[in-house]
């Protein structure tokens, strides 16, 4: 086998995030939109350290070199390497945020901190300390603990120092150093979670002012401390990440959803993985603080700004300007299914694709609310991962059940981070009657797929969809994922076949259709990237198109790079993660690929296998990282509609050529944009133009 090379998975990850990064340094981006995605850099980061980081922490401290796993780089040097990049990429958002807020001043946006308040705004920011603020304030006074109580995992605190008037107690510091010392008392404020971040102020001569809930706080330091002597305070935000894995219970005697609700309440006291502060907190304070709460150099310590949890620029105010935002587009209709009238007698007669946000999620709650309705439909089965904070999915469920419908729930109680809205919405349909199924022993139920049954002249039909997103409200106006309702009889049986697999677990089931993980996805793509090597042995077209979050799985790298090496074209567009290195002679010359990010986050997963001319197309819930191909359950789908997979393929296309925001993939990971003589092309705005030509003209 020839000598292959990889990108670092962690490293590929902390690449997608400068990607982000770039967007809110893009001068082309509305100013608010690129506060914006500094908060998505930062979350990110935050998950990053929680997740990766962390694994490769544990991978560290169990003495192992983890060189096989984490791409040829030892464990302990790929922590260095982490923090490095980190701490470079931190100083280039401050920049960035420091830019952004110059650039608001010349729209009458001002953030200003607790020392630029003016005489007028005085008032206004001490009667909402006392009113929401203050009530909410966490204060711990650290002096007389033995040890600092747990901190929250990600929440900001103010570490205050004050000193006092009195001198030390303990009088021989003070002649042993031959001058007074003075008592220092430090004090943790925990920023509160329940107030919004950013406090609008009243408008004054047409300007708009914002503080931040910290610098609100700051300003009102001697309220809250004003029973002690002091003669001076300062304030200096810190924040600590820890490690997010699950550590679940296996006493036998608790139900499931009580062992992962026990167990995501025991990760706050996961291990440290991340102490960050601001740079200016004074020496004396931080050495306290990390002695006290037992940060070492194994720990990655990262200097900040002045601010921490950045992420909560995700929800920067609008202020009414629209002329700083992304235009809001509207949702568009599907071509020939309507909602004003039955989907189920337009899904009978054929297959329809639905991509979001170019088209409306309101087709996916819709198709629920009928069968929940429709006397006839006896039978729902659905898989659930993530729902929107409000769901009106999880509302038809229960609607349906209400009406006499059987509902079986699969709810993923172990996806990462939203396991307690989850475990919420599970309480609540198990109160009322839904059927739940919580999941394969050592799997995580990945895909995303729904089920009824109907009944029609004496026979039971089935119709559902598959999708390669979450029946998610809230991301489906922000994520790009492809819906597929259909009344196929043989992958809705198939379909069937799954939730079967979900009560027993022992029984795997042979599939026609579907490839299914953990049993059958890398054999079969396995067997689909051969016959396009196969076909360009022997003269015929060969090409492979991928559209995929991550690419990290290196057996199928290697596989990718034998069709290259064979002569099969293959273009990737990646978002996130991407291991393998393209346009390597020997190895990859004939591989391109391409990240693009923008305005909405691109969701799906897109497998085109040429097929010497009858192109095989797959939609999937599947990455080709080794989780998603060997330890979850995933579905991709077939299409055999031939208008859709035509669809399929033009979208593909649109996004391939996008010369604006798409980014090449390349072994020394600079995300350089693409570079084009070809008139630019915005492939998300090019995409809700092909859709809105197809609304206008359904027959192009």
Not at 552 to 578: F, T, W
Request: proline residues 4%.
């Amino acid at each position: 086998m020839p000598q292959y090379k990889y990108i670092n998975r962690e490293l590929s990850w902390l690449q997608f995030n400068a990607r982000v990064l770039q967007e809110a340094e893009d001068e082309t981006v509305p100013l608010i939109e690129r506060l914006r995605f500094l908060g998505i850099f930062s979350n990110n980061l935050d998950e990053f350290f929680k997740v990766r980081y962390a694994t490769v922490k544990r991978i560290d401290l169990a003495g192992k070199a983890g060189k096989s796993v984490l791409g040829g780089i030892k464990a302990s040097k790929l922590l260095e390497k982490i923090t490095q990049i980190v701490i470079k990429q931190q100083a280039e958002s401050l920049e960035i945020l420091a830019d952004i807020q110059h650039q608001l001043k010349a729209h009458n946006i001002y953030i200003i901190n607790e020392k630029q308040v003016s005489q007028s705004q005085q008032k206004f920011l001490r009667d909402f300390f006392l009113s929401k603020v203050s009530p909410a304030l966490v204060t711990i006074i650290l002096n007389d603990l033995p040890e600092i109580p747990s901190l929250k995992d990600s929440a900001a605190y103010l570490a205050v120092k004050m000193v006092m008037k009195e001198e030390k107690p303990n009088q021989k510091i003070s002649q042993l150093l031959d001058q007074p010392v003075k008592e220092k008392k430090y004090v943790l404020l925990e920023i509160p979670r329940s107030i919004e971040r950013f406090v609008v102020l009243p408008e004054e001569n047409g300007k708009q002012y914002i503080i931040l809930l910290d610098d609100l706080i700051r300003f009102n330091l001697n309220t809250i401390f004003n029973i002690f002597e002091y003669e001076s305070i300062s304030a200096h935000m810190i924040k600590i990440t820890r490690d997010a894995e699950l550590d679940i219970d296996s006493d036998l005697s608790k139900s499931f959803i009580e062992k992962i609700s026990n167990s995501v309440k025991d990760r706050i006291k996961g291990e440290p993985v991340r102490f960050v502060y601001d740079m200016n907190i004074a020496e004396d304070t931080l050495t306290y603080l990390l002695n006290k709460m037992g940060i070492d150099s194994s720990d990655s310590i990262i200097p900040g700004g002045r601010y921490h949890n950045r992420r909560d620029y995700m929800n920067f105010p609008s202020l009414g300007r629209n002329d700083l935002l992304y235009e809001t587009i509207e949702p568009l209709p599907i071509s020939g299914l309507f909602l004003q009238t039955s989907l189920l007698s337009g899904i009978a007669k054929k297959d329809f694709l639905l991509y979001t946000p170019y088209q409306s999620f309101a087709y996916t709650v819709k198709f629920l609310r009928e069968a929940a309705l429709d006397p006839k439909v006896k039978t729902i089965k659905i898989t659930i991962y993530r729902l929107a904070k409000i769901s009106h999915i999880a509302s038809s469920l229960i609607n349906a059940v209400k009406n006499g419908k059987k509902v079986t729930v699969q709810i993923e109680l172990r996806a990462r981070f939203d396991e307690a809205a989850n475990i919420r919405y599970a309480e609540q349909m198990q109160q009322e009657g839904v059927n739940l199924i919580f999941g394969v022993p050592g799997l995580k139920v990945h895909c995303k797929t729904c089920v009824i049954e109907r009944e029609e002249e004496g026979k039971l039909k089935r119709y559902g969809f598959i999708s390669t997103g979450n029946f998610n409200e809230s991301t489906s106006r922000l994520y790009t994922d492809y819906t597929l309702f259909t009344a196929h009889p043989e992958i809705l049986k198939e379909v069937n076949k799954v939730f079967d697999f979900f009560e027993i677990n022992y029984k795997v089931s042979k599939y026609r259709h579907l490839i299914i993980s953990p049993h059958y996805t890398r054999t079969a793509l396995v067997k689909l990237i051969h016959t396009e090597i196969e076909n360009a042995q022997n003269g015929k077209k060969a090409e492979i198109k991928l559209k995929l979050n991550s690419l990290s799985d290196y057996p199928m790298i290697n596989k990718l790079y034998e069709a290259s090496q064979a002569g099969v074209k293959i273009k990737l567009i990646v978002r996130g993660i991407c291991c393998l290195i393209p346009g390597v002679k020997g190895m990859s010359e004939n591989i391109e690929a391409i990240s693009i990010v923008d305005k909405f986050l691109e969701h799906p997963r897109v497998f085109i296998f040429e097929n010497d001319g009858a192109p095989r197309v797959y939609l999937s819930s599947a990455d080709l990282m080794t989780r998603n191909l060997d330890n979850r359950v995933e579905i991709s789908c077939p299409v055999y509609n031939e208008d859709i997979k035509k669809e399929i393929m033009e979208t593909f296309d649109i996004s391939w050529q996008d010369n604006v925001k798409a980014r090449v993939h390349s072994e020394n990971q600079d995300n350089a944009y693409r570079k084009s003589d070809k008139q630019r092309l915005r492939s998300q705005f090019a995409l809700y133009d092909y859709y809105l030509k197809k609304t206008q003209n359904p027959e192009s």
